[in-house]
């Protein structure tokens, strides 16, 4: 079940050539994140991050065409596998019908002193949920 | 031949979590480029800009460990190819010994309307100087 | 007449003290700025900025309470005085009843070569409109 | 005594119309804060904000012309006044000859649970110094 976040390219995000400067689509990307735990998974970060975190492990990125000031994006975010104490994730960007960028991640749920911990109770439900919903 | 960018993990730099957030690194990797253009091959982004620009195509990125406010990170950049108007580039992030961060990205130097336009002149040959002298 | 552009604290606006970093109210506070020249006066950024810009000349910002990941933000711009090619906006910035921010900022319209030139037409009444309905 | 951080004005910095976009200028003067507890006051902020945290209570800011990519500023950072819990900054950031910007901040000195907690010690010492050095 792919969860998207629709937003438009803000002055903020674009760079002298004027296209999204691509640390940019760093901070989109992890906001998908953040709104999926929120609204998907109910998990707010403001919670999670309480005693616990979720630092990203890696991140492959393909940038296939410039987007510019103005743009909507629809940033879709899809669960891909689950780990003991890891979540793998895909991402498209688009814009309209054209893809702006493709990326999988990998996050890591990780404790107080910032080792991984697995996924436990009902954030691990509803991920494994959000996992079996895709197949 | 590696350039070595140093640079200390400053309080923007960092999440609610003490450490470095993501996006950020991708702001010292492009600094990092930034400044091999400008101290390296010559060509400052402030005069690159004017007609061209080198976005980034792909970016694969691997955080291998977390970086605190404070710390002194060496931000490695390595020319491992050069295309027609492509250039793949390795960058390694340590803290004294400590691996952080490994990336490999694809730049691609393009004019005006955006589309690839080749290396030439003095840059072509200060980058090709840069990939015999990795041999 | 007010614009309330709401928002929430994201992890990428908090620093290490887990709180909102404040150059990052300033990106909350021109996507402020940005949302209503979109939304209300009818003339969005990517228009705007084809041949024209709206530079930040001067802004006085108090932060009377800090804002933590989570809070549910209202950044509410006020547009206090018309000049010839200036525009003099309020800014206040609570979560429900608490004030977080309060900032005055002067906007310069600028044409090209980045010297000041009138609001004229559509976009100066919309603006003059907004200045009596204030009143 | 006023402390300078020269910084180069990078491709991160600036925006679609190619000039500084103003909330990275307030990136540019915490780092100068920042790099002014380190290197002047010897209270660098790995250590500070171990238990204790400086944030700003308000910023004035006049931006008297834009900067461009590839500008050389000089950040220049000056101890006006300190009060018990408080210290009062003033910036000047200039491009050679030519001003940029002026800014008055104040700071507070808060400890872990975000109440101001007096200047003591070492570092009430080192800032008392940069005042009586300004007279």
């Given at each position: 079940m792919p969860y998207t976040l629709r937003r438009k390219?803000?002055?903020?995000d674009c760079d002298p050539a004027r296209i999204v400067f691509y640390p940019r689509y760093f901070e989109m990307l992890n906001d998908t994140v953040e709104c999926f735990f929120d609204e998907v998974?109910?998990?707010?970060f403001e919670r999670l991050h309480q005693d616990h975190a979720v630092p990203t492990a890696r991140i492959d990125t393909v940038f296939t065409a410039p987007s510019r000031l103005g743009d909507w994006l629809d940033i879709t975010l899809t669960c891909i596998r689950l780990g003991r104490s890891s979540l793998d994730l895909a991402f498209a960007v688009r814009c309209g019908d054209e893809p702006r960028l493709r990326a999988a991640s990998t996050l890591v749920h990780v404790g107080p002193d910032g080792r991984p911990v697995p996924w436990t109770g009902e954030l691990r439900k509803a991920l494994e949920y959000q996992i079996k919903g895709t197949d």
């Open positions: 390219v803000m002055f903020k998974l109910g998990c707010p």
